[in-house]
C-alpha cells in the first residue's frame, strides 16, 4: 500500500512541476509577449518588465490551489501537492530572474546594481506573497472540509435521534393501546410498596 502511495505521489510531483505545460492558450500567448518586453528592456527598467511575467506565474499558481483544493480528498496528500507545486512556482521565478544580467547592461554599472537589487526584493516579495496564498488556502479549506465533516456527522446524528424519537412515539402509542384494552384494571392494584 505504502508502494502504491509513493509511486501516486511521485507522478503527482511530476504533474505540478509541469504545471505550466497544461496553461491555457491565452496565458502562453502573453508570455511570449511579456518574455519579449523583458528582454527588450533595461536594466533599469527590470522591475516593470520582470512583474507582469511574475504576475501571470502567481496567477497559474493561484488557479492550480483552486483546483487542487476543490478536489474531496484529504487535506494532507492536497498540502503535499501545493508545496511541490510552489517549489515549481519558485524555480520559474528564479528561472526568470537567472536571465537578468547587469554584464550586458549598457547603463551605469551603479543603477544596474540597484536594478537588481530591486528585482531581488521583488521576487523575494512574490515568494512571501505565494506562501501566504498558499498557507490561507489550505487553512481555508481545512476549515470548510471539517466544517463539512462536523455537518456530515451532526446530520447522522440528527438521523438517529430521530430514528429514536420515532420508536418513542411507537412505546407511547403501544402502552396507550394497552391501557385501551385493559379498561377495567384498578390502579390502586399497582403499588411501590
Known amino acids: 500500500m505504502k508502494k502504491y502511495l509513493l509511486i501516486i505521489g511521485i507522478l503527482c510531483s511530476l504533474l505540478t512541476q509541469s504545471i505550466t505545460a497544461f496553461a491555457s492558450p491565452e496565458d502562453d500567448q502573453l508570455r511570449v509577449q511579456l518574455q519579449k518586453m523583458f528582454d527588450a528592456s533595461g536594466m533599469t527598467q527590470c522591475r516593470t518588465a ?7 506565474e502567481l496567477k497559474q499558481f493561484m488557479e492550480f490551489l483552486d483546483t487542487t483544493f476543490q478536489n474531496k480528498s484529504n487535506n494532507s496528500s492536497l498540502t503535499n501537492l501545493a508545496i511541490a507545486r510552489y517549489q515549481g512556482f519558485k524555480e520559474n521565478l528564479n528561472q526568470l530572474f537567472s536571465q537578468v544580467s547587469i554584464n550586458n547592461s549598457d547603463e551605469n554599472i551603479i543603477a544596474a546594481q540597484d536594478a537588481y537589487a530591486l528585482c531581488a526584493n521583488v521576487k523575494d516579495e512574490y515568494f512571501t506573497q505565494a506562501k501566504k496564498v498558499l498557507i490561507d488556502h489550505i487553512k481555508k479549506t481545512a476549515a470548510v ?5 462536523m455537518l456530515e456527522k451532526y446530520q447522522a446524528i440528527n438521523s438517529k ?18 391501557k385501551s384494552v385493559l379498561p377495567g384494571f384498578i390502579s390502586k392494584c399497582i403499588t411501590s410498596g
Open 50 to 56: 520582470l512583474a507582469p511575467l511574475f504576475d501571470l
Open 145 to 149: 472540509k471539517s466544517a463539512s465533516i
Open 161 to 178: 435521534l430521530r430514528d429514536l424519537n420515532t420508536a418513542i412515539v411507537q412505546m407511547y402509542g403501544y402502552f396507550m393501546t394497552f
